[in-house]
């Protein structure tokens, strides 16, 4: 009789933890949701006006990130780099088109995955994880505002760092793109 009600709750409890699952880590794409090209822009190219990173994830094979060169990492540009030859630097005018807006919704904060597309230099066609937004919210009404309706802080291009080129449909073809400025730093 024990084995019974054993092997009737099995089930109900594999049920339960895939549903817990589900709901805990879900993404949704919403490039084409108006309210979430708030930041970074569905299918705008940007330039960047900054020397940037380009990491690769030591655990996969295709994941790449796109990221800001810190103050400590422009003083030092060899040891910044040498970090097990997982960074190399993307020189200023790198091109980069946004093809997917991701949202990841968690039970503990919300947020939102901008892909990219890099659209010329040495590293044309990559795909990566664009991490070139402002570290933090100058106006506190904006922030309040992004987490109320969207219920994420959303990333907004890092002046500094990069501009908005809109939807630039010439760049289609690749003939059209230029090339990056040559790289600043020497080793």
Not at 157 to 180: H, Q
Request: aromatic letters at 12%; glycine letters at 2%; proline letters at 6%.
């Amino acid at each position: 009789m024990k084995s019974f009600y054993v092997n009737k709750s099995l089930p109900l409890f594999v049920f339960a933890v895939i549903v817990m699952e589900m709901l805990c880590s879900c993404t949704k794409d919403v490039s084409l949701d108006p309210q979430y090209n708030y930041g970074f822009k569905y299918n705008h190219v940007y330039k960047t006006i900054d020397e940037t990173i380009l990491e690769k994830e030591s655990d996969f094979r295709t994941l790449y990130f796109l990221s800001k060169i810190n103050e400590a990492g422009k003083k030092d540009m060899d040891e910044y780099l040498s970090l097990e030859n997982r960074m190399v630097a993307l020189p200023k005018g790198t091109l980069f088109r946004v093809e997917q807006l991701i949202r990841s919704i968690n039970p503990e904060h919300s947020t939102l995955f901008v892909k990219v597309r890099i659209l010329n230099g040495h590293f044309k066609n990559i795909q990566a994880t664009c991490f070139l937004n402002i570290d933090k919210y100058t106006d506190p009404i904006e922030r309040d505002k992004s987490y109320k309706e969207l219920r994420l802080i959303a990333e907004i291009p890092d002046p500094a760092v990069v501009i908005d080129l809109g939807e630039m449909p010439e760049y289609k073809d690749e003939k059209s793109i230029p090339e990056p400025e040559p790289i600043t730093y020497t080793p």
